[in-house]
């Protein structure tokens, strides 16, 4: 070994972070590695402790509300293991998509063919796209709302336009005092990445509104442990709301004189580091008020590459993008 490689056993440098906050903690796990709680009434969430699904125990069948592949096999043991208590049917008839996407639908082939899916009509096309085995397409589409009706329980499905993904829906339980609504607000938790890696920003911050519309006192949001409550999207929103008023001041603030004088013609590099300096800034005052608050508000990249989407979507979905040239 030269005295330049690195030695084979070396621990990596891992930073440390506060504590997860008593009010973010998920329900803990069995031995198999699930949890599933009865939401209201026949209504039943499980959770991993990262994804979470739905399902609904009628007297003609069990209706299930997302199939996360982490989850797996699990759904099927959650189901069991609650029909068997209930004596109801463990037999699975439908299945709803709340959107395209492979990490909460990717265990929906285990669910076999006789299933009835049902998703948005865009679910449809994405899914047809990607052409994915263990995603077979909906066999029931819808555009704007569907009632889904089984064994007597009511399930209204809602589609208001892009946000996360650009199929995303709302899943609304009138008798279940419930709403499910994917990949928005993690219940406890910031999003992750940039806004939950959505697409559309002013869809995603527009999202959590559309929500609180509706009557409902049990929020399942797809992610980690718990069942959330209006308060749960509530801070969701102010931490929204905060960052994009933070972002506000620092256009108004940082001048981007300098940047540009320094890099002279190389224009990007002036971009770049004027876009980021806002950035930190505007995310500073974020990471010091959520910590202890909101999971993870202390995991700067989570916290920065939200307010970077919502400083750009600042600019260019609301405007002004900069200064107007005299
Ligand atoms: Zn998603």
Redo the contacts with the bound molecule.
């Keep these: 070994m030269t005295s330049s490689s690195p030695p084979a056993d070396s621990t990596p440098q891992l930073p440390d972070y506060a504590p997860v906050p008593e009010a973010a903690l998920g329900p803990a796990l069995n031995e198999h590695g699930y949890h599933v709680g009865r939401v209201e009434r026949n209504l039943f969430s499980v959770t991993d402790g990262t994804y979470q699904s739905a399902f609904l125990l009628t007297s003609d069948g069990v209706v299930l509300f997302d199939a996360p592949p982490s989850i797996g096999h699990n759904l099927r043991r959650a189901v069991d293991e609650m029909a068997a208590a209930e004596g109801a049917s463990n037999t699975v008839t439908h299945l709803v998509y709340s ?1 395209h ?1 492979a ?2 639908g990717g265990a929906s082939s285990l669910f076999g063919s006789d299933v009835i899916r049902i998703g948005h009509e865009e679910t449809k096309r994405l899914l047809r796209r990607d052409n994915d085995p263990a995603r077979p397409l909906p066999d029931v589409t819808f555009q704007d709302r569907y009632t889904l009706e089984v064994g007597g329980e009511l399930v209204e499905l809602a589609y208001h336009g892009p946000n ?2 650009p199929d ?1 829906i709302y899943i609304h339980f009138p008798h279940h005092d419930t709403i499910m609504l ?2 928005i607000v993690n219940a406890g938790w910031v999003p992750v990445f940039n806004l ?2 959505s697409e559309d920003v002013p869809g995603y911050i527009e999202a959590p509104s559309i929500a609180q519309s509706y009557p409902w006192t049990h929020y399942i949001g ?1 992610h980690l442990g718990r069942v959330g409550t209006r308060d749960t999207v509530a801070l969701h929103q102010q931490y929204i709301a905060d960052i994009q008023a933070s972002v506000k001041q620092m256009l108004g603030t940082v001048d981007p004189t300098p940047y540009f004088v320094k890099y002279g013609a190389n224009v990007w590099a002036a971009v770049q580091i004027y876009l980021d300096t806002i950035t930190d800034r505007a995310a500073e005052p974020i990471m010091a008020k959520y910590t202890g608050v909101l999971a993870a508000a202390d995991v700067k990249a989570f916290v920065h590459s939200t307010t970077f989407m919502i400083l750009h979507s600042t600019r260019l979905d609301f405007g002004p993008s900069g200064p107007l040239h005299p």
Excluded: A, F, Q
Aim: cysteine-free; glycine content about 8%; charged content about 15%.
């Design positions: 959107h996407h990490d909460h996360h993904s995303n994917v990949d939950n890696l797809g």
